[in-house]
């Protein structure tokens, strides 16, 4: 069974650029995550999918960051314009269901502003 | 809101047993997860727990006790490749599931 993907796997912009990210679930998941995980912390939750509503984006800088997944299945994530702070790892997550909670993780992608 | 603590860093010897801590304050707890995490790679699913109690896999085994908002992941006969991060990470349910992270233990072990 193929893993999450992600892409690229690194990137690096200077302030006020843009970029995106993408990010292809498992199969059949139909719970996609974007997390963003600065050097030395945790991953924190940017934004959770079900399908193809948002279920959770409170955490979302909105006037920066953006995210949509059409369809369902992949799904994109846009930082317009960047800044020195959004320096870190933009990791995706799938899970099959709501229920069990396992969450599969993609290997990343690096950014780094500057 | 949510608050789960877990000590910054850790370090310990090869064959050691090692306990990383995690406590929690949340609302609508539905479970506790504890990821690993190799320094530039993705979080890696260890263990799950749900009710109160010692969940055991092999080196690894994680204790849960809802009523103390508390958990921890007991890392025994440690080996070099044990040198990770370990997430602990709460499963709530606020109207909607959703996994909240600590800040992760950086766990060292020596020689």
């Known amino acids: 069974e193929a893993g999450v993907a992600q892409s690229p796997r690194y990137k690096i912009i200077e302030k006020r650029q843009s970029v995106a990210f993408w990010c292809n679930p498992i199969s059949g998941h139909a719970t996609l995550y974007w997390y963003q995980q600065i050097l030395g912390q945790g991953p924190k939750l940017l934004i959770q999918?079900?399908?193809?509503?948002?279920?959770?984006d409170s955490q979302l800088p909105k006037d920066r960051f953006s995210a949509e997944r059409l369809k369902g299945v992949d799904s994109t994530l846009k930082i317009q314009p960047a800044k020195l702070e959004d320096s870190a790892v933009y990791l995706c997550a799938s899970s099959p269901d709501r229920v069990s909670g396992e969450l599969f993780f993609g290997e990343g992608s690096r950014l780094t502003v500057l | 809101g949510q608050n789960i603590d877990q000590p910054t860093e850790m370090t310990a010897t090869e064959g050691a047993i090692v306990q990383i801590n995690c406590t929690y304050q949340t609302s609508g707890f539905n479970g506790l997860f504890w990821y690993q995490q190799h320094a530039g790679e993705a979080p890696t699913f260890l263990s799950y727990n749900v009710l109160d109690g010692l969940e055991e896999k092999g080196r690894f085994s994680s204790f849960l006790s809802r009523s103390k908002g508390y958990s921890y992941l007991l890392l025994k006969e440690l080996q070099m490749k044990d040198s990770a991060s370990y997430l602990c990470?709460?499963?709530?349910?606020?109207?909607?599931?959703?996994?909240?992270f600590g800040t992760g233990t950086r766990l060292l072990v020596s020689p």
């Open positions: 990470a709460v499963y709530m349910n606020t109207g909607f599931q959703k996994l909240v």
């Open positions: 999918f079900q399908n193809n509503g948002v279920v959770d």
